[in-house]
């Protein structure tokens, strides 16, 4: 082993431990910037109003159309997403022949 090869080792660990940095980083942006826009909306708008304009919040009705579309939406989802999951592993499967 030279010692070129003790430092290509050195430095794919080294990059490595930078793309798992990088990637911890962009996993807890979203969250980061989830956390400020709510920071700033409750900050903007005292939790007493917040509370105030939900009591008047047709539950029941919002409940009867949002839950429909919901499942509709989930099974077209669905569906859309096993043909092309099916059509990529029958693709890649004649590839491999």
Same mark, same amino acid.
């Given at each position: ?30 969250? $980061? &910037? ?5 920071? =700033?909306? /409750? ?10 304009? !939900?009591?008047?919040?047709? $539950? &029941? ?5 949002? =839950?429909? /579309? ?10 859309? !997403? ?16």
């Amino acid at each position: 082993m030279s010692v070129s090869d003790g430092h290509s080792q050195v430095s794919a660990a080294s990059q490595e431990e930078l793309s798992r940095g990088v990637s911890r980083w962009k996993k807890s942006v979203r969250y $980061i &910037v989830t956390l400020l826009i709510f920071a =700033l909306i /409750f900050w903007r708008i005292p939790m007493s109003r917040v509370g105030a304009a !939900l009591e008047n919040v047709p $539950i &029941v009705k919002f409940f009867s159309v949002f =839950l429909p /579309f919901s499942a509709v939406y989930w099974v077209v989802d669905s569906v859309c !997403l096993t043909w092309v999951v099916r059509r990529h592993t029958a693709f890649e499967a004649s590839k491999a022949r």
